[in-house]
């Protein structure tokens, strides 16, 4: 039986996406403690866990229990290269909430951390335990469902956090997705706008959750990956609803993927490569998991979690985990698309600079 700490922040972070529902039930697992320094949060916590003990810190977490696995479920993620340095210290694996960190050289240093202390850093990207995913859509596009791929276009959130607010933490589900599919992206070309001009230095800000430096309300960029094209918009101000979703043209046919884990249908199909979206009683629902989307995110969990669970035994997972390595991969995506912006040019994979180049971003000129 491996023992299983949970390290939440009420009012910070809190447990991300039901992260501390991960291990719940789940065989081979005894969820031992919790660790969140708001009383009232930890005390639900634990209710809802079933965990035997709560801790103030979650250093002291570490200090007194001899964990073999930790959930980092906070969101808010300024500290997360702290706890899992920790976590490394104690030789604990980690199922960690995203974003992972703010940089590639961050993750470089987790990275570094959990590979000498030999244990596992998996990030909890929900696409990766859900059968629709795994088991159809990525299927259905290898074998030929929507003939030849050509094409993606990921939608993100419109509104107030529109832009590149969100986007080391909700895209990479879509880049993941397409890094399953065709392998890594070759180059990218993006514009970051504010209000719809260019964005300059001066509309830099802090992103939200401690994600690091962002800038403007709106972004469009292309990724070419080998012989596939994708592009990425979010611009504030779109709609009252946010459309968050993935579409996937081919040479004959298209899937709309709706992401990660929302309520609905999570599959449509339609046999032409530019569909109709009105009046087109050609569209198909091809896999629905019948339950909430709350509900989705944590049978992904619980999925993962049992992955993980087999990885650490030694034994082949049934579901492929998100490991530390490919996260920061997405991360460096995000990354790529500051610095296209900034230079007005393309950037080629993979960057020289591990850095998140609106750190860097000179001011402009009187």
Known sequence: MLRVGIIGHTGCGDYGHSLDQSFVGVEGAEIVAVADPVEEGRQAALKRTGARKGYIRYTEMFDKENLDIVVLATHEMSNHLDMVLMAAKHKVHVYAEKPLACTPAEVDLMIAAVNEAGVFLIIAHPWRGRPVIQNQAIPMIQQGKIGI??????????GENAGDQWFIDLYPHFFDFLCQLFGQPLWCQAIITQDGQP???????????GMGT????????????SGFNAEFESFAGDGIENPYRIDIH??????????????????????????????????????????????????????????????????TPKFELCQATTVRKHIEMAMAAHLSHIQGNRVNFPLTEASNPFDSWPQERN
């Open 149 to 158: 791929p050509r094409w993606a276009r990921m939608y993100g959130f419109g």
């Open 199 to 209: 964005a300059l230095p001066k509309d830099r800000k802090e992103g939200l959750f």
């Open 214 to 225: 962002s800038a403007g309300n709106g972004i469009w960029v292309h990724y070419q990956f």
């Open 250 to 315: 081919g040479t004959a046919g298209t899937l709309v993927l709706p992401g990660p884990t929302q309520d609905g249908p999570d599959i449509y199909y339609h046999p032409l490569t530019n569909p109709n979206p009105i009046d087109d009683d050609r569209w198909e629902i091809l896999a629905h998991e019948k339950v909430s989307g709350a509900q989705k995110w944590i049978n992904a969990h619980q999925r993962m979690a049992r992955s993980m669970l087999d990885l650490i035994k030694g034994t």
